[in-house]
Nanobody, 122 residues
Framework: QVQLVESGGGLVQAGGSLRLSCAAS????????MGWFRQAPGKEREFVAA????????YYSTSVKDRFTISRDNAKNTVYLQMNSLKLEDTAVYYC???????????????WGQGTQVTVSS
């Protein structure tokens, strides 16, 4: 059974930066497409970013493209989300997610972590 443990959330001022980490175990990490989703209060969970097992392909939502960067270190079984130029609307619980069947399966059938809170203040 795969396990995902997120860290790095917290309180940051608008315009600031945070880096989220997600440590994975239980499967061959390099075979896992990894991603980040988020859920703001009163809203549905939404896709943020994803990265293929090799790291060669990345995907972003339009709302975070050019501000957030997803990366992975397969030697450390960890995926990262570097978040720059944070906005108030980025406030949400951020969830690490994985699928062994690629990006499109990640969007539909991801396995989730417990989430980490990111709060952006003015």
């Amino acid at each position: 059974q795969v396990q995902l443990v997120e860290s790095g959330g917290g309180l940051v001022q608008a315009g600031g930066s945070l880096r989220l980490s997600c440590a994975a175990s239980g499967r061959t990490f390099s075979s896992m497409t990894m991603g980040w989703f988020r859920q703001a209060p009163g809203k549905e969970r939404e896709f943020v970013a994803a990265i293929s097992g090799s790291g060669g392909n990345t995907y972003y939502s339009t709302s975070v493209k050019d501000r957030f960067t997803i990366s992975r270190d397969n030697a450390k079984n960890t995926v990262y989300l570097q978040m720059n130029s944070l906005k108030l609307e980025d406030t949400a619980v951020y969830y690490c997610a994985t699928s062994s069947f690629g990006y499109y399966d990640l969007l539909r059938n991801a396995y989730w972590g417990q989430g980490t809170q990111v709060t952006v203040s003015s």
